[in-house]
């Protein structure tokens, strides 16, 4: 294990990671336009280290509009690039597309903040995706994401808001 590693294991991103593994439960929402949320419901999650603790996988499981909805991330810490990635599936918002964002060079160690794209359709402009995981507190995980305007408007898409199961 390289030294830079080994310490971001012992205080950096990667004991970030670490911090976030356990059984989760709380509330998905949704928003389908800005400033009116479209949907909100039961959400289960888990997360695990993988790779030798490289990387976190996070599974999870609920409902959107009342339909079965199951999805999955890969998120890791780049020490090379110095940089958050993130790849995200998810059987209703992506369909058969992975979803792959990535942080800027030495941005936010502390808390993933992550930047990809997806195609609008229509012909139209790709839209920006941003995630971001929180730890708010040792129980209480955050993942927001948010949709990006080809204009660069930012607002809420989905947030999973996490209370850690005992």
């Known amino acids: ?21 356990g059984l989760w439960e709380g509330t998905a929402k949704t928003w389908f336009e800005p400033g009116k949320i479209g949907d909100e419901s039961p959400i289960k999650g888990t997360t695990r280290l993988v790779a030798q603790g490289n990387f976190l996988l996070h599974e999870y499981e609920g409902t959107l509009m009342g339909q079965p909805m ?14 958050w990635q993130v ?39 790709d839209w920006g995706w941003r995630t971001t995981l929180e730890m708010r507190s040792p129980d209480n995980l955050v993942l927001m994401h948010y949709n990006i305007t080809p204009d660069g408007d930012e607002s809420p898409g989905v947030e999973f808001d996490y209370k850690r199961v005992s």
């Open 70 to 83: 199951q999805g999955c991330a890969i998120i890791g810490h780049y020490i090379g690039g110095n940089r």
């Open 87 to 125: 790849a995200w599936v998810n059987n209703h918002h992506n369909g058969t597309r992975i979803l792959v964002s990535e942080g800027k060079a030495g941005e936010s160690p502390d808390k993933p903040n992550v930047l990809g794209s997806y195609p609008a359709g229509d012909g139209s402009p």
């Open 1 to 21: 294990m390289s030294d830079k590693l080994e310490q971001s294991m012992k205080d950096g991103p990667h004991a970030l990671l670490a911090s976030m593994v």
